[in-house]
């Protein structure tokens, strides 16, 4: 099972930006569709943004389109999320998730379940 390590988060002013990192271990990090999800107290993990395996394709939730952008180095087994624009309702802990066995070069999912490795998380806090 892939190992993921997120790293980036912090503390932000309202229309700051961040860079949040996420590191794989593996060998097999060409085949992985990646993805970031949020979750803020009280509430359910939300979808963020997802890419396939190539970066051919991507997929950004209404309320970051714009805003975010997701991107992956596969020569690093890294994919990163660069929020711009922050706002305080973007405060959560961001996960990032893989999905291994993937060889469709435009394949992504929205859906927590679809995905079989999670990371530990990393906290954003955008004050107003």
């Known amino acids: 099972q892939v190992q993921l390590v997120e790293s980036g988060g912090g503390l932000v002013q309202a229309g700051g930006s961040l860079r949040l990192s996420c590191a794989a271990s593996?060998?097999?990090?060409?085949?992985?569709?990646m993805g970031w999800f949020r979750q803020a107290p009280g509430k359910e993990r939300e979808f963020v943004a997802a890419?396939?395996?190539?970066?051919?394709?991507?997929s950004y939730a209404d309320s970051v389109k714009g805003r975010f952008t997701i991107s992956r180095d596969n020569a690093r087994s890294t994919v990163f999320l660069l929020m711009n624009s922050l706002k305080p309702e973007d405060t959560a802990i961001y996960y990032c998730?893989?999905?291994?066995?993937?060889?469709?070069?435009?394949?992504?999912?929205?859906?927590?379940?679809?995905?079989?490795?999670w990371g530990q998380g990393t906290q954003v806090t955008v004050s107003s």
């Open positions: 998730a893989s999905r291994s066995g993937v060889y469709s070069s435009s394949y992504y999912s929205t859906v927590p379940r679809d995905y079989d490795s």
């Open positions: 593996g060998r097999t990090f060409n085949n992985y569709a």
């Open positions: 890419i396939s395996r190539t970066g051919r394709s991507t």
